[in-house]
């Protein structure tokens, strides 16, 4: 049986209008390529050029045959991006989504799952060097000069897992002449501190250097958690960099970085949007601005509904020569973060569940490379590349019998169904027998499996009654080596005509240990206990078979050749056209929490395998065609690109509806889509920029993703038939998963809106002497499914928010002060992730997004 009912699109009216103007305004000129007015802007006619390094190599934007959007530094500040999340809301087809428990970076539809042992599928670059966790990207934000978003493959220069695309960050670097600047806001609405600033100059006649730091605090969010009378997400940041450059010789050239920052956060913007069974016990739905999410248990208790804290460091060394005939690059650096979460992974006020995670990073790598200088017909680019990496991440999970106990018994005497009490030496036996009391009754498969678990908790109880909870605790620990070898040539054959070729080979090796045990019920404990009967029902409750692997069990070796092939037409000074067929390759790996199967019933055993633990790698290969057009003697410049990608052997993590995701690669997807990019410098005081993508996303084969609570409830019904089929009451949603029941194949992928936009608009004025900016961003996002299995209760309405600033500013730059707004027509029920809450089938809970807030913002340079 399949799912019969595909998802539709919904537009209402005044968004379609919204759509509309955003559209015929790019068809004018806009796109997102906010322009860098800074110091590496240089003139050309009406409009200031834009020099990007999408090509590890400096050229216009306009000229670099890639759909790629920039955003530079004033447009940063004058938005007030605080992070690259705040940034992919002026990339079309771009997007970051933090959800509980992980960091989602999509471009084109391709993004990965949340789950620690994926790599990602857009990878991100700071200043050349390879931040390949999704959580990197927090840190990737300090005293930035240019964001590049690169859609489509980049793995000939930029390696594997950039199936998506690439993000190429750039940071400001050291000045010959001194200056420096301090700058502090207050954020009205969620009493929210920012400091931060930098010097920079020379130290001697080749040294030059510059240090940044910044500092966060927020002390109040957007949603009123009634359970600890917070105002939650608070948060509290701060990171400095240290950079050097220094002059060897005339021909060569020396740049160090050192870079720390700390998070320490606390709280989530979480709303139960569908209550579900949790109705029966007074707990309601509420998209209002408030929840009520929290533990009495001292075991699940820590204060708030979420907590993370974290470090990071990060070092580089580049070394750029020039060879006379050619330059010579190499990068070495050394990269590490560690962080500590605690979450109330069942998002309501009962004492159910927690889980705990960390993970402790390290990384190292190696690029040396060469490249032409300004050869006549050839331009060639080539190097090798090396990695080793080092990552541990674990999880505790711990339930609570009494509070479970209580739900179960609600869930199932509340319904109308029976339990019954024998042996408490034998809780199966009180499982099976009270399946078979409520078959015999015709109660429903989900109140039957209520009553069941129930019943053996009753058992458990009754032999051990100072058993307060259960607890799993999962744990990879990974080392990653890669060497890699690349080239790109660029031949012009004709005086307008030029053809690209790159080629990139990988090998990859991966070694692990992973486990999975039952601990006793306590905060942060991670040793395995020696109670079988506590263990069983751990086992049970928490879905896993307790197993220990090392690297003889778990090694994987991968090699591969990813290329690309690009023909380019220059057919004069202001158009430039191209087509390009590139592949990428994502690595496979492990899955991190592993569970092996969960017993049928507590005190049978369950099954592991290690090959379960692995999964393959994915590949992309995808064919574009772009143009960029200067437009209107200078003034205006447009950027389009279309693209087809095939996309196969997708690495999903399928949700049990309970404790557990199962990894495999399970789909093939077509996507086609559309990206317009631009500017229009319509007087000396008016700019326009803005941009509209459009993805058309659809998986081709994908029959075994997570149900949907309806789904699983719905085939649990039909297979257990009123009774006459006992064993159906113990099926879950990996269960409804393998059996095709939410067949996603035509379906789109979540996370991945059809129709998404961007118009701004920067106006500049003179007040005697002293100058005002305003500027006006409006953005638009089609409806969004917020979680893998298409949940229409998890579907996001279409959204068209409204940004702006003034900005005033003293005759000689010295000083500016600012209003900054955000979301200011005041979306308040829009939510960027959702989730079936766990233990807790047909309930629902999402993490809102931010509500209307105005910063005061003041700046000094000197």
């Excluded at 690259?84 to 471009?107: H, K, M």
């Excluded at 994908?702 to 019904?717: D, G, H, I, M, P």
């Excluded at 409806?783 to 209760?793: A, F, G």
Aim: hydrophobic fraction near 40%; glycine fraction near 8%.
């Amino acid at each position: 049986m399949g799912n019969t009912m595909k998802p539709q699109k919904l537009i209402n009216t005044s968004n379609k209008l919204c759509l509309v103007a955003i559209a015929v305004s790019m068809a004018i000129s806009s796109a997102n390529v906010i322009a860098e007015e800074g110091k590496e802007a240089e003139e050309e006619q009406g409009l200031e050029r834009i020099i990007v390094h999408a090509q590890k190599t400096a050229q216009v934007l306009n000229e670099v045959p890639i759909s790629v959007s920039a955003i530079g530094k004033d447009k940063i500040q004058d938005a007030g991006m605080k992070n690259i999340e705040d940034a992919s809301l002026y990339v079309p087809n771009f997007s970051i989504t933090q959800d509980s428990i992980g960091d989602r970076i999509n471009i084109r539809g391709i993004q990965s799952g949340n789950q620690a042992g994926f790599e990602q599928s857009v990878a991100t670059f700071v200043d050349g060097v390879y931040r390949g966790r999704g959580v990197q990207t927090r840190f990737a934000f300090l005293d930035v000069e240019m964001v590049e978003v690169l859609r489509g493959p980049q793995s000939t220069l930029f390696g594997k897992n950039t199936v998506g695309g690439a993000l190429n960050i750039r940071s400001a670097r050291p000045t010959d002449e001194f200056e420096g600047n301090i700058r502090a806001s207050y954020n009205i609405d969620f009493d929210e501190v920012e400091i931060g600033g930098y010097i920079s100059g020379a130290l001697s006649d080749s040294v030059r250097g510059r240090f940044t730091f910044i500092d966060r605090n927020r002390k109040e969010g957007w949603i009123h958690n009634e359970f600890y009378n917070s105002d939650d997400p608070m948060s509290d940041e701060s990171a400095f960099r240290a950079s050097i450059e220094w002059d060897l010789s005339d021909s060569t050239l020396l740049n160090f970085k050192a870079e720390h920052g700390t998070l320490n956060n606390s709280g989530g913007p979480w709303e139960i949007i569908e209550a579900g069974p949790l109705a029966a016990l007074g707990i309601e739905d509420n998209i209002d601005g408030i929840t009520n999410i929290g533990a009495q248990d001292p075991v699940l208790d820590f204060g708030s509904s979420m907590k993370m804290k974290g470090e990071y460091d990060e070092y580089s060394l580049t070394v750029e020569h020039d060879l006379d005939f050619a330059y010579l690059t190499g990068i070495i650096s050394h990269s590490s973060y560690n962080f500590d979460r605690n979450l109330a992974v069942d998002y309501n006020p009962l004492s159910i569940a927690r889980f705990d995670d960390s993970e402790d990073f390290e990384q190292t790598t190696v690029e040396l490379r060469v490249s032409s200088d300004n050869a006549e017909n050839i331009d060639y680019i080539a190097g090798i590349f090396y990695l080793n990496s080092t990552l541990k991440a674990d999880g505790l999970s711990q339930i609570s019998v009494p509070d479970t106990h209580m739900l179960l018994d609600a869930g199932c005497l509340l319904n109308g169904g029976v339990k019954h009490q024998g042996d408490p030496l034998n809780p199966t036996d009180d499982m099976l027998a009270t399946v078979i009391a409520n078959a015999q009754l015709g109660t429903l498969a989900a109140v039957t499996n209520n009553c069941a678990q129930s019943a053996a908790l009753d058992a458990i109880i009754g032999t051990d009654a100072n058993l307060p909870g259960v607890a799993r605790y999962a744990m990879l620990n990974q080392e990653t080596t890669s060497l890699a070898i690349f080239a790109q040539m660029t031949y012009q054959f004709a005086d307008d005509w030029s053809t690209t070729l790159g080629l990139r080979y990988s090998d990859e090796e991966k070694e692990a240990y992973q486990l999975a045990l039952a601990p006793a019920y306590a905060q942060g404990n991670k040793t395995e206990l020696a109670d079988p009967l506590t263990t069983a029902a751990a086992m049970t409750f928490l879905e896993f078979t307790p197993h220990s692997y090392t690297k003889d069990d778990l090694t994987r070796k991968e090699d591969g050749v990813d290329w690309s092939l690009r023909l380019q037409w220059d057919a004069n000074s202001d158009s430039m056209y191209y087509a390009s067929i590139a592949t990428g390759s994502k690595a496979g790996g492990f899955n991190s929490f592993y569970m092996g199967d969960k017993p049928l019933a507590i005190g049978l055993p369950g099954n592991q395998n290690p090959d379960e633990a692995e999964f393959e790698g994915e590949s992309v290969i995808t064919y574009e065609l772009g143009s960029k057009l200067s437009l209107l003697e200078g003034n205006a410049e447009l950027s389009a690109a279309i693209f087809h990608t095939s996309y196969d052997d997708l690495q999903v993590a399928v949700f049990s509806g309970n404790t557990t995701f199962e990894v495999q690669n399970a789909a093939q997807a077509t996507i086609n889509g559309l990206e317009l990019d631009g500017r229009w410098k319509v007087t000396d005081k008016l700019l326009l920029s803005g941009g509209f993508g459009w993805i058309d996303f659809e998986y081709d084969d994908f029959k075994n993703q997570a149900c949907t609570n309806e789904q699983l409830s719905t085939w649990r019904e039909q297979l257990w038939a009123g009774g006459a089929n006992p064993l159906a009451v113990g099926l879950n949603n990996a269960h409804c998963a393998a059996a095709g029941i939410n067949d996603q194949s035509g379906n789109a992928a979540a996370n991945t809106p059809e129709f998404s936009a961007i118009l701004s608009a920067t106006y500049k004025e003179n007040i005697g002497q002293y100058n005002l900016n305003f500027t006006l961003d409006v953005v638009y996002t089609d409806e969004i499914y917020r979680q893998d299995d298409l949940d229409p209760v998890l579907l996001a309405d279409a959204t068209t928010k409204m940004n702006g600033s003034i900005k005033l500013t003293a005759p000689d730059n010295s000083w500016h002060v600012a209003l900054i707004g955000k979301n200011l027509t005041n979306v308040d029920d829009d939510f960027y992730w959702g989730n079936d809450m766990p233990l807790v089938s047909g309930a629902s809970e999402v993490a809102v997004a931010a509500h209307r807030n105005i910063s005061i913002v003041a700046s000094i340079n000197f």
